[in-house]
């Protein structure tokens, strides 16, 4: 479990912040934009706020202890902006006093990070902070993320920031020096040739070389689905973490499964919680019976601005306790993410499939043990809100499609999965994950997927962190 605890500052506005430990962090609601108080006390926080346009700035102040501990932790704190179409974050910090470069002219003791997280990112130390600093030059960049990292506890580091919404024609521009690794060799969104969810069909094998079934650990039993981007990390849904599975060693990923155990229906008609687990020796050769790679997982992080109550921003990513191993997993293809522009409309009345081991209905004991498939059409976003109202938070973040019968639908432990359309021929793009919905396959009640265009330069982001390796993208 986390740690986390309440720390109320005398200062000259009082307030409460949430400090947490980075690992395994609670999700909250989104805070209101605000000064907000950071002192040196070796605990790390991560923070978050989205910005509209006419907004007041969110203000950022750090203040040295009055005695400053030299045995302390150093602490990482880090600052998700994200903010609305018509918003370019930027981020000015007037006060500004960090410890002083190396001889080598780099950041080192202590340094604060302004990327954003795809092209543009800049480090600053000494004297001299951001100024007016917005994302790289590129369209549909709206998020910026800030780190401060404090390796030098006696030196009294201090500043005072303001995020706002920026003018473009004044503004200086991160430069671009964050590049992704591309193995050229390697294909996203890729099926191999044929070789032999309610309703639903089944798949053949490795037909969908990107899926990743998470299982309970020591288990061949799926609790929520999701879908590999890059040779480290997972691409699925922030709501799949809860209880035991927040905590990162209690989940499994099984690549290239087919077959698989059932999970008890624990959700809808409380059948008791009975996991099939093996021994390590059983497992591997289970694993190796059915084809499939097994990976613990080192990380989860969940989307900073991802609220529960509302599944906004639903989306989470995994980080492999090691790469894939592509030449063993000679199938391998991660499925391809769409560009970071996107329109609100985009995809609507497409064709789409979507995969998994859910229930076959909300009243069966338990998942499937085949992989099944079905297709969707995408709805039009007015259509969708016509449907749920107030319970559909963004259609600019959230999409829904359906069969067009309403006899197939993902269901209960679908979730996270990937929902994908052939953006090129023969090549495979992920638009949306797998969210919500009201029951299974309710005619007038499509699915809620959340847009992978949303949280693309976010997934991105923690991607460059962990130098994560890319395939190619399908050209034209």
């Not at 404090?150 to 920026?166: H, S």
């Not at 390697?186 to 990743?212: L, S, V």
């Not at 809100?385 to 269901?411: H, I, M, P």
């Amino acid at each position: 479990m986390s740690f986390t605890t309440f720390s109320c500052l005398p200062v000259v506005l009082t307030l409460c912040v949430w400090y947490a430990f980075s690992k395994d962090t609670d999700t909250v609601p989104m805070d209101t934009p605000g000064p907000k108080y950071y002192p040196d006390d070796g605990l790390e926080s991560n923070d978050k706020t989205y910005l509209k346009q006419g907004m007041d700035p969110f203000k950022i102040v750090h203040t040295p202890l009055p005695t400053p501990n030299a045995t302390a932790p150093n602490p990482t704190f880090k600052w998700t902006i994200a903010a609305d179409d018509d918003c370019m974050p930027s981020i000015a910090c007037p006060v500004f006093s960090l410890a002083f470069p190396d001889f080598d002219g780099k950041c080192v003791d202590q340094w604060m990070e302004v990327t954003d997280g795809v092209a543009g990112s800049k480090r600053y130390c000494g004297k001299t902070g951001p100024m007016n600093m917005v994302a790289a030059q590129q369209d549909g960049l709206r998020e910026i993320y800030i780190i401060f990292k404090n390796n030098y506890r006696m030196f009294p580091a201090k500043f005072e920031c303001t995020v706002a919404c920026g003018e473009k024609n004044k503004a200086n521009f991160l430069p671009k020096v964050l590049t992704p690794k591309i193995k050229p060799d390697c294909m996203c969104g890729q099926k191999p040739p044929r070789n032999r969810i309610i309703g639903g069909h089944e798949t053949y094998f490795a037909e969908f070389p990107w899926i990743a079934a998470m299982v309970v650990k020591d288990t061949r039993q799926p609790y929520c689905i999701g879908s590999v981007i890059n040779d480290r990390m997972i691409l699925t849904a922030g709501h799949c973490f809860k209880g035991k599975f927040r905590q990162a060693k209690n989940t499994h990923v099984v690549l290239n499964a087919y077959l698989m155990d059932p999970m008890p229906n624990i959700n809808v008609i409380k059948t008791s919680v009975v996991y099939r687990t093996y021994d390590e020796e059983t497992l591997q050769k289970l694993d190796a019976a059915n084809g499939s790679f097994r990976y613990s997982v080192d990380r989860i992080w969940i989307h900073p601005l991802y609220v529960s109550d509302t599944s906004d921003y639903d989306t989470a990513v995994m980080i492999l306790s090691k790469p894939i191993n592509i030449t063993a997993f000679k199938e391998y293809s991660p499925i391809c993410l769409p560009d970071l522009m996107y329109d609100v409309d985009a995809y609507s009345g497409w064709t789409a499939a979507i995969s998994g081991w859910g229930l076959p209905s909300l009243t069966a004991l338990g998942t499937n043990t085949e992989m099944k498939q079905i297709t969707v059409e995408v709805s039009k976003p007015a259509e969708c809100k016509k449907v749920f109202g107030e319970r559909l938070v963004s259609t600019k973040r959230q999409l829904c499609a359906a069969y067009f019968d309403a006899s197939e639908d993902s269901c209960a432990g679908d979730s996270g999965g990937p929902l994908i359309v052939e953006y090129r021929p023969q090549s495979w793009y992920q638009v949306g994950i797998i969210s919500w919905g009201d029951g299974c396959a309710l005619k007038g009640h499509p699915g809620v997927y959340y847009r992978t265009t949303s949280t693309n330069q976010w997934i991105r982001y923690m991607s460059n962190m962990k130098e994560a390796v890319w395939c190619d993208v399908p050209s034209e």
